[in-house]
């Protein structure tokens, strides 16, 4: 029996302790990568950019700025059409912020230049969107993981100014960096390696940036002498506009490949509609104003039938009569694998027109915003003759000189409400962030009108959407320091 | 019991041996006093020596005596009884003994056995009989009402029920909190017992906390379900046992819906008047109900076909509604055979089961084939146990391309839906179909299907040596594991050009749109989805284990046992267990296949999607247990464990804990009492335990990247960090829990009372925190936050009258649970959890509030709770906050069965009640969204006063609230139902969740005294049973079953949706014929 006792004995031990170590030893995942490196996260990175630009998080402005209008089809969207929001009905707030602890991954991750200046204006750009959406938001707390749980907010206009710093750091970084630094090449989705180019963009968002803040007088001496001391690198034109193309493909795999604005109001891989193609329909001020002075855009931007643009009111209830309701056109929607615009040349040019009518750079006016016309018709698949036709149209031409109905000189708002106005036609649905904040920082296009849902009544346009619901759940004692959001009168401020 | 007794003895008495003097040799029958039944494996002594045997499965008993002799007749449970042997042939009747509640042994932990009066907690011992009396296709659901803190809800109906068990509660915020399901000795996945042959089951064994089931480890937090399966008998006669059983099952209760109004979904003129507003004409191409009131005539119906035919249908509900007539009556029917043989030192034990099921949906169908096969050899000192089974399940079902729920409630009543059962006809077809919105629930049934097969091992071997009296050693060895495969599918769409035209302009002025036009292009390609999975055979892993794992598991355990000075009687146990779980799956799928009808993933346009995974967790542990007893009325049990998992970091991975137990048996103690025929029997108990849970997904300490949405495209690759930022400081959660009780016997054991008290707390709970996105992340997982759960439980049986004084036969019992939650904190300004989201409505774990919380949207009201209405339009205003709305899981759950018997008729009942817990009827706010819910016709679709509403007659800053008796809400249909405050809250849709039910019901015949006759049929019996065959709910709740749930998972408790079908009964027969 003792012999039994023994071998039973031996055995507990033994099993016990012999593989122990490494039986236990599970810490591996062998289901998703613990390493990466800077190129798959900048592909990444970009590419989720893209996706947030043009993706459907900004559709409300599309609709509230006059592109788009809630399908007559569908059971009426309140939110939407009655501007009833909560915090819980917009938020334009999650995915920018997990996009920025990618690119700050990579500034941190990796000690190579041209990697961490891109990271830095990738972040800018990020937070600038921040900012434009939600004013005060955590910045100098913000992506520390479990270090700061609960970061509290920056002053937008701080944020603001420690951006251009940061696009100033990463111009230099680009500058400097030795000949043997890395390139990241194909990883880099947006200009293929092309760092003059990135210089370009990084100084067409200083430009951005700096305009923005045009109606803070006290801050313009400071933003003129920043921009101007980067000028001379040059700015984006027709030829280079900030796109991402990692490679599109017209599938519907691995959460979907097309192009972000066609997986946004577009076709699925065997044609069925996306679901804001179903939900959206051409706004009738849209298809009036981009067919107002022979502008042939109306037609390209929307779809039609007959040769004829089916548009709906924003509010409006009932099927517009005469066929099937628009929905955006091949000339937003080019093609599953189109490009995904970060930043459209004609946005950069018509903020070059801007900045030369208004001093901060050198260059005539009249001859960015003709260019920025031009952009705007070839992107959406027209000739840059047709443009021509339709910019040396005396209500179309850039206003300088003498106006002959008054007979007096025409003004800087006369300029200003232009170059707006055409930005707006030119940023026609895939840009409707961007012409929602130019609208609130100078208040052109002048005439969108609001919303006929019955019951609205709007006192005027959105100024802001409120903070997410998300924030008042993890965040709650720092976002209710921003006090209560209205979103009729709480503005960004750098809003008129 | 009977048989669970005789398993017992036959190991004991294997230590007899026979030898003795040739004299005389006497047979004889022992009887139980109580039912006549003849008692197997009674031990028979000849007094003062040790001459004995014991009686077989007829209760004879053949023995060899000196010719004078006095016999001793002992058996577990009974009074031992002395008869002196005169003649050949002694019969005799025992008596059941008076403390038989203190002598019953459980399988507890580890299989140790224990007498009941040793325990120091609360347990539940379930027989074979008490689950299978209604022979639910689940044993588990056979569990229901039977024993106090044992909560099992089955959160929906088909083909293979998802059900889901808690004991005391939930104790984890997330992860699991299912009862630890122990299969002979092994801890097996909950997923498994659907596995489990309900006619295999010798009895369940029911350990309410973590005290009692401290032994079994970081698994055995949320107590545990101990099932024993039948080894054999010992009686030298083999029998073989038949049983049929077939069921029906039908809707019971189908959601209030209402039949008064017709088609309209807000469209204008020409259906809506335009001056007045008055909807004038329904909308025949309308998935909604707002239209007028139904007028019986002949109505247009959908979209005219291209040839300009129009259907038409009478303007009124038929007298079937045609959404419930959509539900057949399902049946099924199970076939059963064991085989059981054995003697005193072997045993075999054969079972199989066949259950056929169709069900309430049209087309869906399940099978499921089980065999298991046991055996045992004693050879001297050595005896070796070894079971193994197999289950086979194949289910046909829908496969979901819309809740079928949903498109009933988008058809309007009047809708003839029957006659689309064709769905390639004209009218029925995507493409000419009435419903502009919506597609055939006939064709979503016809072309959407999924079908899956599982297949599930599970065996054991058990080795056990007993060189000595004082010593035994046991080896275990035991694998369960199984595969899932499942492949889903849809067929192809194909639109006509016609549809795609948008022939509502045609027909009805405008562009309304049609499913084809919304589509927009002629083929929606069919989709296949493939998914394969090794583990426990069922679709889901739940990373953190048990549930989806497979697992293997050793176990050695030695076994010290001795009398000192009599009196104290120890018991040492120290054991070893190493067990390791896995699961992986690989699946597939495409949405665009190449080739019309035809199934297969190769052949695509694309990309298919992939999807690969795997999962390991080992643990080691080792424990030990130390019992005392003294003098058979004190006992202390003391227990410590230490667990190495490998989940954790090498530096937290091995952790203690301890428990301690004990009990007192107060009438054995005192003298005064002993004998004492009003307390027969009294015990008090008391535990203490610590069980450490490692509440953890394996690799979850180290940050990963995931492949960013749409990458690779072609050689680009992107990765992204995870949006969870992961944590490798995480240490187990540790519940501790205090236990209190008493166990009492009235009038020689007839009456028996079980009361207990439990307070556990569970600390450190691994929680994944939603953070703000601005930290980079939008989840991490900490150890915070600390749960409450205390509680009471009450257990009363009574045998009111025996039958074996009498023909008539009595016995009622009922068991009631108090579970009480709190969450007594959670981390920093986090002092909410948000678990599961719906629409207008959360689950959560809040700080102060019961576990699970149910938080909803609701509209303004003034402090007396009544709703406030503005003054000009009457209608309600939404309140920007989530109200708290009431606990989800139930806080009282009251079980009570009878069970009458006259002569050879047994009629045998439950019923439970639960209450306590509200539920969020989220189909009933689709069900109002589309205008067929009766809530939504509630106001006959005029504009109405509401019901107690108030109108602020003072100002903003001082209120002052008067009743409204005269603004009428500005608009009755839609405007109000539709959309608007009151619709957008979601405190319009919850219900109490009370309800009482009748669970069981079943009238046995037992035919046996007319079949004993031919010579190969022992036993016989037939029984008409039923399963949950009337419910009462409160007039507030007209909806569905409060039972049912979105998921077995913890935050969709309480939460339904349209995924979940209608209640039903289930009603049918049973033959059982022993050989």
């Given at each position: 029996m003792k012999k039994y006792i023994s071998i039973i004995f031996a055995t507990l031990t033994l099993a016990g302790s012999s593989c122990k170590k490494d039986f236990l030893e599970l810490s591996k995942n062998p289901n998703v990568p613990t390493v990466t490196t800077p190129q798959l996260l900048l592909s990444g990175a970009l590419k989720s950019t893209a996706d947030i630009v043009n993706g459907g998080s900004y559709v409300q402005y599309a609709a509230w700025i006059g592109y788009l209008s809630w399908s007559t089809g569908y059971q009426p969207n309140i939110a939407l059409l009655s501007y009833q929001m909560t915090s819980a009905t917009y938020d334009c707030w999650t995915n920018p912020y997990l996009n920025l602890a990618n690119y700050n991954t990579i500034l941190n991750s990796t000690t190579e230049p041209n990697f961490q200046a891109i990271a830095k204006i990738m972040i800018a750009f990020d937070f600038e969107a921040l900012v434009d959406n939600y004013n005060n938001v955590p910045y100098t707390q913000a992506l520390q993981g479990t270090k700061v749980l609960n970061p509290t907010y920056d002053n937008g206009s701080a944020i603001y100014d420690d951006l251009l710093k940061q696009i100033d750091a990463a111009i230099a970084l680009i500058q400097n960096a030795p000949a043997s630094a890395a390139n990241p090449g194909s990883s880099d989705i947006m200009y293929g390696g092309n760092m003059n180019n990135w210089l370009k963009f990084a100084n067409t968002l200083k430009l951005r940036i700096a305009l923005r803040q045009i109606n803070v007088s006290a801050k313009s001496a400071a933003l003129m002498a920043d921009v101007s001391a980067t000028s001379a690198l040059g700015y984006l034109d027709a030829t280079n506009p900030a796109t991402v193309n990692p490679g599109y493909l017209n599938s519907d795999a691995d959460g979907g490949q097309e192009s972000p604005l066609w997986r946004n109001y577009g076709t699925t891989q065997n044609g069925g509609a996306q679901t804001n193609k179903a939900e959206y329909q051409a706004n009738t001020y849209g298809a009036n104003s981009l067919s107002a002075n022979n502008d042939p855009r109306s037609v390209v931007v929307y779809t039609t039938t007959g040769g004829v643009v089916i548009s709906s009111a924003f509010g409006q209830t009932t099927p517009p009569a005469g066929g099937t309701p628009s929905t955006p056109g091949p000339g937003v929607l080019k093609s599953p694998t189109m490009n995904a615009t970060i930043m459209s040349s004609a946005e950069a040019l018509f903020l070059q027109s801007e900045a030369a009518k208004d001093g901060y750079i050198t260059g005539d006016p009249v001859a960015l915003y003709n260019a920025g016309i031009t952009a705007s018709f070839l992107d959406d698949g027209l000739t840059a003759a047709q443009a021509q036709a339709y910019y040396s149209q005396a209500a179309i031409a850039y206003p300088t000189g003498i106006n002959p109905v008054t007979t007096l000189p025409y003004t800087d708002a006369d300029m200003e409400q232009a170059i707006i106005t055409q930005k707006w036609k030119a940023l026609a649905i895939y840009g409707a962030f961007e012409a929602f904040n130019e609208y609130r920082r100078t208040g052109y296009p002048n005439d969108i009108p609001l919303s006929i849902y019955p019951g609205a009544n709007p006192p005027n346009q959105v100024t802001r959407i409120p903070y997410p619901a998300v924030e008042y759940k993890t965040n709650a004692a720092n976002v209710a320091a921003q006090g209560t959001v209205n979103v009729f009168t709480s503005k960004i401020f750098w809003a008129k | 019991m009977k048989k669970l007794l005789l398993g017992i003895l036959c190991f004991l008495v294997l230590c007899f041996t026979q030898v003795l003097a040739q004299n005389r040799t006497v047979t004889g029958t022992v009887t139980a006093k109580e039912d006549g039944l003849p008692i197997p494996g009674v031990t028979v002594k000849v007094k003062g020596t040790n001459v004995g045997t014991q009686t077989n499965t007829a209760g004879k008993f053949t023995l060899t005596v000196p010719q004078t002799a006095t016999l001793v007749f002992s058996f577990i449970g009974y009074e031992t009884k002395e008869q002196p042997a005169t003649g050949a042939v002694v019969n005799v009747t025992l008596t059941l003994a008076s403390s038989q509640l203190g002598e019953v042994v459980v399988t507890g932990a580890l299989g140790v056995k224990r007498q009941a009066k040793e325990l120091g907690y609360a347990a539940t011992n379930i027989t074979a009989a008490t689950l299978t009396e209604t022979h639910p296709t689940n044993f588990v659901n056979g569990l229901t009402g039977q024993a106090p803190g044992l909560v099992i809800s089955t959160v929906n109906n088909g083909l293979n029920p998802d059900v889901r068990f808690t004991l005391r509660g939930n104790r984890h915020i997330t992860g699991n909190n299912f009862a630890l399901v122990v299969l002979n000795g092994v801890p097996v996945s909950p997923s498994e017992v659907n596995s489990i042959n309900p006619d295999d089951i010798e009895s369940v064994n029911i350990l309410n906390g973590a005290g009692a089931a401290a032994l079994y480890g970081s698994e055995a937090s949320n107590g545990a379900l101990v099932i024993t399966?039948?080894?054999?008998?010992?009686?030298?006669?083999?029998?073989?046992?038949?049983?049929?059983?077939?069921?029906?099952?039908?809707?019971?209760?189908?959601?209030?819906?209402?039949?008064?109004?017709?088609?309209?979904?807000?469209?204008?003129?020409?259906?809506?008047?335009?001056?007045?507003?008055?909807?004038?004409?329904?909308?025949?191409?309308?998935?909604?109900?707002?239209?007028?009131?139904?007028?019986?005539?002949?109505?247009?119906?959908?979209?005219?076909?291209?040839?300009?035919?129009?259907?038409?249908?009478?303007?009124?509900?038929?007298?079937?509604?045609?959404?419930?007539?959509?539900?057949?009556?399902?049946?099924?029917?199970?076939?059963?055979?064991?085989?059981?043989?054995?003697?005193?030192?072997?045993?075999?034990?054969?079972?199989?089961?066949?259950?056929?099921?169709?069900?309430?949906?049209?087309?869906?169908?399940?099978?499921?084939?089980?065999?298991?096969?046991?055996?045992?050899?004693?050879?001297?000192?050595?005896?070796?146990?070894?079971?193994?089974?197999?289950?086979?399940?194949?289910?046909?079902?829908?496969?979901?391309?819309?809740?079928?729920?949903?498109?009933?409630?988008?058809?309007?009543?009047?809708?003839?839906?029957?006659?689309?059962?064709?769905?390639?006809?004209?009218?029925?077809?995507?493409?000419?179909?009435?419903?502009?919105?919506?597609?055939?629930?006939?064709?979503?049934?016809?072309?959407?299907?999924?079908?899956?097969?599982?297949?599930?091992?599970?065996?054991?071997?058990?080795?056990?040596?007993?060189?000595?009296?004082?010593?035994?050693?046991?080896?275990?060895?035991?694998?369960?594991?199984?595969?899932?495969?499942?492949?889903?599918?849809?067929?192809?769409?194909?639109?006509?050009?016609?549809?795609?035209?948008?022939?509502?302009?045609?027909?009805?002025?405008?562009?309304?749109?049609?499913?084809?036009?919304?589509?927009?292009?002629?083929?929606?390609?069919?989709?296949?989805?493939?998914?394969?999975?090794?583990?426990?055979?069922?679709?889901?892993?739940?990373?953190?284990?048990?549930?989806?794992?497979?697992?293997?598991?050793?176990?050695?355990?030695?076994?010290?046992?001795?009398?000192?000075?009599?009196?104290?009687?120890?018991?040492?146990?120290?054991?070893?267990?190493?067990?390791?779980?896995?699961?992986?799956?690989?699946?597939?799928?495409?949405?665009?296949?190449?080739?019309?009808?035809?199934?297969?993933?190769?052949?695509?346009?694309?990309?298919?999607?992939?999807?690969?995974?795997?999962?390991?967790?080992?643990?080691?542990?080792?424990?030990?247990?130390?019992?005392?007893?003294?003098?058979?009325?004190?006992?202390?049990?003391?227990?410590?464990?230490?667990?190495?998992?490998?989940?954790?970091?090498?530096?937290?991975?091995?952790?203690?804990?301890?428990?301690?137990?004990?009990?007192?048996?107060?009438?054995?103690?005192?003298?005064?009492?002993?004998?004492?025929?009003?307390?027969?029997?009294?015990?008090?108990?008391?535990?203490?335990?610590?069980?450490g849970?490692?509440?953890?997904?394996?690799?979850?300490?180290?940050?990963?990247?995931?492949?960013?949405?749409?990458?690779?495209?072609?050689?680009?690759?992107?990765?992204?960090?995870?949006?969870?930022?992961?944590?490798?400081?995480?240490?187990?959660?540790?519940?501790?829990?205090?236990?209190?009780?008493?166990?009492?016997?009235?009038?020689?054991?007839?009456?028996?009372?079980?009361?207990?008290?439990?307070?556990?707390?569970?600390?450190?709970?691994?929680?994944?925190?939603?953070?703000?996105?601005?930290?980079?992340?939008?989840?991490?997982?900490?150890?915070i936050g600390e749960t409450q759960n205390t509680g009471y439980e009450f257990k009363l049986d009574a045998q009111v009258l025996q039958k074996g004084k009498s023909s008539v036969g009595l016995n009622l019992g009922a068991n009631f649970s108090i579970q009480d939650s709190k969450v007594l904190s959670l981390f920093g300004q986090t002092t909410q959890l948000p678990l599961g989201g719906y629409t207008n409505a959360t689950t959560e774990a809040v700080v102060g509030k019961p576990y699970t919380a149910l938080y909803v949207t609701d509209v303004m009201r003034d402090p007396e709770g009544r709703v406030i209405v503005d003054p000009t339009t009457g209608m309600p205003e939404s309140n920007p906050n989530l109200v708290y709305a009431g606990q989800t899981t139930p806080k009282y759950i009251l079980g009570l069965t009878q069970q009458v018997s006259w002569k050879f008729i047994t009629l045998s009942l439950t019923e439970e009640y639960r209450a306590g817990n509200v539920i969020y009827n989220e189909s009933l706010v689709s069900a109002t969204a589309a205008g067929v819910s009766a809530l939504s016709a509630e106001g006959g679709r005029q504009r109405f006063i509401f019901p107690n509403s108030v109108i602020n007659t003072g100002t903003a800053a001082n209120p002052v609230y008067t009743p409204n008796t005269t603004i009428s809400t500005s608009d009755g249909n839609l405007n109000f139902w539709d959309s608007g405050a009151y619709y957008g809250s979601g405190s319009t849709y919850v219900t109490s969740g009370a309800f009482w039910k009748l669970r069981e019901a079943d009238l046995e015949f037992n035919l046996t005294q007319w079949v004993k006759k031919s010579k190969f049929i022992k036993k016989a019996s037939f029984a008409f049973n039923g399963r949950n065959l009337l419910m009462w709910r409160p007039k507030t709740n007209n909806w569905t079953d409060p039972e049912f749930a979105n998921s077995n998972t913890n935050g969709d408790i309480g939460v339904n949706s349209t995924a979940q079908l209608p209640p039903t009964r289930i009603y049918g027969g049973n033959l059982t014929i022993t050989f």
């Open positions: - | 399966t039948k080894k054999g008998s010992a009686g030298g006669v083999p029998t073989v046992t038949y049983s049929n059983s077939f069921q029906l099952e039908s809707i019971s209760y189908f959601p209030a819906l209402q039949t008064q109004f017709g088609s309209y979904g807000g469209e204008g003129p020409p259906f809506q008047d335009p001056v007045t507003g008055f909807i004038t004409t329904p909308v025949p191409f309308e998935n909604q109900s707002y239209g007028p009131a139904y007028n019986g005539q002949l109505t247009k119906v959908g979209i005219p076909l291209q040839d300009g035919t129009y259907q038409y249908a009478p303007y009124s509900t038929p007298k079937v509604d045609p959404r419930r007539a959509f539900f057949q009556t399902g049946h099924s029917e199970q076939n059963s055979v064991s085989y059981a043989a054995g003697d005193a030192n072997n045993s075999f034990n054969f079972t199989a089961n066949r259950l056929d099921k169709t069900d309430i949906v049209p087309m869906d169908s399940y099978n499921r084939t089980q065999m298991r096969v046991s055996g045992s050899k004693t050879v001297g000192i050595f005896r070796a146990d070894a079971t193994a089974s197999f289950s086979q399940d194949n289910t046909d079902g829908y496969g979901n391309y819309g809740d079928l729920l949903s498109t009933l409630f988008n058809t309007p009543s009047w809708i003839p839906l029957e006659n689309y059962k064709n769905v390639s006809a004209p009218f029925s077809d995507p493409s000419t179909y009435f419903n502009s919105y919506g597609i055939n629930p006939y064709w979503s049934l016809q072309n959407s299907r999924s079908v899956s097969r599982s297949d599930v091992f599970s065996g054991s071997f058990t080795g056990t040596l007993t060189p000595a009296k004082w010593f035994d050693a046991t080896y275990r060895l035991a694998d369960n594991s199984g595969t899932y495969q499942n492949q889903t599918t849809r067929a192809e769409i194909d639109y006509t050009p016609y549809a795609l035209s948008d022939p509502t302009a045609i027909a009805y002025g405008a562009h309304y749109g049609t499913v084809a036009q919304a589509f927009g292009a002629p083929v929606n390609p069919g989709t296949v989805s493939n998914y394969v999975g090794f583990g426990d055979g069922s679709s889901t892993i739940g990373y953190g284990g048990p549930q989806g794992y497979s697992r293997i598991q050793q176990d050695m355990i030695l076994n010290f046992h001795k009398t000192f000075f009599n009196d104290f009687k120890t018991n040492l146990l120290l054991g070893n267990t190493i067990w390791q779980e896995y699961a992986n799956f690989v699946s597939n799928g495409t949405n665009n296949l190449l080739i019309k009808n035809f199934y297969n993933v190769n052949y695509l346009l694309g990309v298919p999607n992939v999807g690969q995974g795997n999962y390991t967790i080992r643990q080691i542990a080792y424990f030990g247990d130390l019992s005392l007893g003294y003098k058979d009325y004190l006992f202390v049990d003391g227990t410590l464990r230490n667990d190495n998992d490998s989940r954790l970091a090498a530096a937290n991975r091995s952790f203690w804990y301890p428990s301690v137990k004990g009990s007192f048996l107060f009438t054995q103690a005192i003298d005064a009492l002993k004998g004492n025929k009003t307390i027969s029997y009294g015990k008090l108990r008391a535990s203490y335990s610590q069980v849970d490692v509440n953890l997904n394996p690799y979850s300490l180290i940050n990963t990247y995931t492949a960013t949405s749409g990458f690779p495209y072609g050689n680009n690759g992107g990765l992204g960090l995870s949006t969870t930022l992961n944590n490798a400081g995480l240490k187990p959660e540790l519940s501790s829990e205090v236990e209190f009780g008493t166990d009492l016997g009235f009038f020689d054991g007839r009456y028996n009372l079980s009361v207990t008290y439990y307070d556990t707390h569970t600390k450190n709970q691994t929680l994944p925190i939603a953070t703000s996105p601005t930290t980079g992340y939008q989840n991490t997982i900490l150890n």
